[in-house]
């Protein structure tokens, strides 16, 4: 078992332990390919306030991190189907989704009408 491979398939061991090595809070086996990292501090998806979400480039998703006390605890990903270089807040709370490719979109994430009513 191993942590992965490098971009030449050469399996990444496990990390060192060692008093001077701290081993990552999370990975992902395969890799998401992580970008665009924030903290969600908006009102329209309350699930979302105070996770990290990010983009994901080779698993083509919106990735929801949990985090409590600084550690992460548990991730949601949302396949997008695209590349997603970046994900954005937008003062009223929505999201912005970035994805890359020579059909790159900007998608708005809001809720439906139906849930702003309800």
């Given at each position: 078992?191993?942590?992965g491979?490098?971009?030449?398939?050469?399996?990444?061991?496990?990390?060192?332990q060692?008093?001077?090595?701290m081993?990552?809070?999370k990975?992902?086996?395969?890799?998401?390919?992580?970008?665009?990292?924030?903290?969600?501090?908006?009102?329209?998806?309350?699930?979302?306030?105070?996770?990290?979400?990010?983009?994901?480039?080779?698993?083509?998703?919106l990735?929801?991190?949990t985090?409590?006390?600084?550690?992460?605890?548990?991730?949601?990903?949302?396949?997008?189907?695209?590349?997603v270089?970046?994900?954005?807040?937008?003062?009223d709370?929505?999201?912005?989704?970035?994805?890359?490719?020579?059909?790159?979109?900007?998608?708005?994430?809001t809720?439906?009408?139906?849930?702003?009513a309800?």
């Open positions: 078992m191993s942590e491979s490098h971009y030449n398939d050469v399996p990444i061991p496990h990390h060192a060692k008093a001077e090595f081993p990552p809070l990975f992902w086996n395969p890799s998401v390919s992580p970008s665009g990292l924030f903290f969600y501090t908006g009102d329209t998806f309350k699930a979302l306030k105070g996770n990290a979400l990010l983009g994901g480039l080779s698993s083509e998703a990735i929801v991190l985090v409590k006390d600084g550690k992460p605890l548990d991730d949601n990903i949302a396949r997008v189907g695209h590349r270089r970046d994900v954005a807040e937008m003062p709370g929505s999201l912005l989704l970035l994805t890359d490719g020579d059909d790159g979109e900007l998608l708005h994430l809720l439906s009408r139906e849930k702003e309800g």
